[in-house]
């Protein structure tokens, strides 16, 4: 996993870096004797950090479940053909809270893989039963990134770290059509802990 994923005392690496450039307005203004011009960005720092938190979460022992990969509220539920992967799949739209933990959350546990034709506001997960979750962007904007950072062909454990949320309003999770959602509409969920369906096995179907 990449380092800009690992926070530093709970701080997403970008966090701290605005913090610097916050602190280093406030003293350029405080040496130019324009003190109370200075207070605004310096009150901003802990605003910042708070922004940019890494708050702790402990994932349920669920390994066919699929976790909410960020904090917020359930706005819809559709049946639905995949756009991406050309599927019958279920639809779970997520409005991103903005005060929420800034560091997104892998749904479920498998590799990450490219998804042909599909712009870098999607990312999939297949997991070791061979069914694809999507992590797609709806609303919002990633400054140019996928919402799962991990490279293809590499594993992400399910709840761990894989992204920042940054601009994002709206993430959409694709399902396959088989699985059981857990989640109501209006539901508060908390990213890596609610988990949002569970994906059944083919013997289950």
């Given amino acids: 996993m990449r380092s800009a994923y690992i926070p530093i005392l709970r701080i997403a690496p970008e966090g701290w870096i605005s913090c610097a450039l916050l602190a280093l307005l406030a003293l350029l203004l405080w040496s130019l004797d324009r003190w109370q011009l200075a207070l605004i960005?310096?009150?901003?720092v802990p605003v910042a950090m708070y922004w940019f938190q890494d708050q702790a979460r402990r994932s349920p022992a669920k390994p066919l479940g699929?976790?909410?990969?960020?904090?917020?509220?359930?706005?819809?539920?559709?049946?639905?053909?995949?756009?991406?992967?050309?599927?019958?799949?279920?639809?779970?739209?997520?409005?991103?809270?903005?005060?929420?933990?800034?560091?997104?959350?892998?749904p479920v546990e498998g590799e990450v893989?490219?998804?042909?034709?599909?712009?870098?506001?999607?990312?999939?997960?297949?997991?070791?039963?061979?069914?694809?979750?999507?992590?797609?962007?709806?609303?919002?904007w990633l400054l140019g990134a996928r919402p799962?950072?991990?490279?293809?062909?590499?594993?992400?454990?399910?709840?761990?770290?894989?992204?920042?949320?940054?601009?994002?309003?709206?993430?959409?999770?694709y399902l396959p059509a088989s699985s059981r959602v857990e989640v109501a509409l209006g539901q508060t969920i908390r990213c890596g802990e609610t988990v949002l369906a569970t994906l059944l096995r083919r013997t289950e179907r």
Wanted: with cysteine; proline share 7%.
């Fill in 41 to 44: 960005p310096a009150l901003l």
């Fill in 66 to 106: 699929v976790l909410a990969p960020v904090d917020g509220v359930v706005c819809f539920r559709r049946e639905c053909h995949d756009p991406y992967l050309g599927r019958e799949a279920i639809r779970l739209g997520i409005r991103v809270a903005p005060w929420g933990n800034y560091l997104l959350r892998a």
């Fill in 113 to 140: 893989q490219a998804v042909p034709g599909a712009s870098r506001q999607v990312s999939r997960i297949r997991t070791d039963e061979g069914e694809d979750v999507l992590v797609v962007v709806s609303s919002g």
């Fill in 148 to 173: 799962v950072w991990i490279p293809f062909g590499e594993r992400v454990g399910q709840g761990r770290p894989c992204g920042l949320r940054r601009l994002v309003r709206v993430i959409d999770i």
